[in-house]
Nanobody, 121 residues
Framework: QVQLVESEGGLVQAGGSLRLSCVAS????????MGWYRQAPGKERVLVAA????????VNYSSSVKGRFTISRDNANNVYLQMNSLKPEDTAVYYC??????????????WGQGTLVTVSS
């Protein structure tokens, strides 16, 4: 069973910064894709930023966060989201997501539990 555990979000003033982390644990053969999504109240879950499958190509950022948010990952299969110049419209539950091969034939989409980020004006 693969698990993704996100760090706590929090309450931040507009213009402030926050860094989220996501740790992957459990047994898996390979993580081929990792990213962050968010879901604002009453809205659908949408992509924030994600590394491309297989690690080839440019990072995909939502136009609403480009230039303000930065996604990064380390060799330990952890992924981070640095959020700067936060705006009230960034308020949402943020979810870590990964595409994982648990063996050579079994692919799973895995989601973290979500963490709430609230930006006050």
């Amino acid at each position: 069973q693969v698990q993704l555990v996100e760090s706590e979000g929090g309450l931040v003033q507009a213009g402030g910064s926050l860094r989220l982390s996501c740790v992957a644990s459990g047994y898996f053969l390979k993580i081929i894709r990792m990213g962050w999504y968010r879901q604002a109240p009453g809205k659908e879950r949408v992509l924030v930023a994600a590394f491309p499958s297989g690690g080839n190509g440019d990072v995909n950022y939502s136009s609403s966060v480009k230039g303000r948010f930065t996604i990064s990952r380390d060799n330990a299969n952890n992924v981070y989201l640095q959020m700067n110049s936060l705006k009230p419209e960034d308020t949402a539950v943020y979810y870590c997501n990964a595409g994982v091969f648990t063996d050579s034939e079994t692919y799973q989409e895995v989601w973290g539990q979500g963490t709430l980020v609230t930006v006050s004006s």
